[in-house]
């Protein structure tokens, strides 16, 4: 069984800076991909960014040069360090992670930025 759980959303004012973390449980033998999305009211789940088992990142327009993604293999933990934090950054985060064959979701952090 896998488990995924994120923590360090809140509620912060616009240029501020937070950083999410999602600790991984169980059987964790081979982690092909991990990632963070967002999900806003009304709207569908966006893809921000991912990080491959080697390493490689990708980012969505919408955050690139202001998130970043990286992880803690020996801590089995994927952070997202979010900076200038803007209103529309608003939305509940989720990780995700691939492990074959299985897709697993946490159970989102909410992030609230205000102008």
């Known amino acids: 069984q896998v488990q995924l759980v994120e923590s360090g959303g809140g509620l912060v004012q616009a240029g501020e800076s937070l950083r999410l973390s999602c600790a991984v449980s169980?059987?964790?033998?081979?982690?092909?991909?991990m990632s963070w999305h967002r999900q806003a009211p009304g709207e569908q789940r966006e893809l921000l960014a991912s990080?491959?088992?080697?390493?490689?990142?990708m980012y969505s327009d919408s955050v690139k040069g202001r998130f970043t993604v990286y992880r803690d293999t020996a801590k089995n933990t994927l952070y997202l360090q979010m900076n200038n934090l803007k209103p529309e950054d608003t939305a509940v985060y989720y990780c995700?992670?691939?492990?074959?064959?299985?897709?697993?979701w946490g159970q989102g952090t909410q992030v609230t930025v205000s102008s």
């Open positions: 995700h992670a691939f492990i074959y064959p299985f897709d697993y």
């Open positions: 169980g059987s964790i033998f081979n982690i092909a991909l």
């Open positions: 990080i491959t088992s080697g390493g490689s990142t």
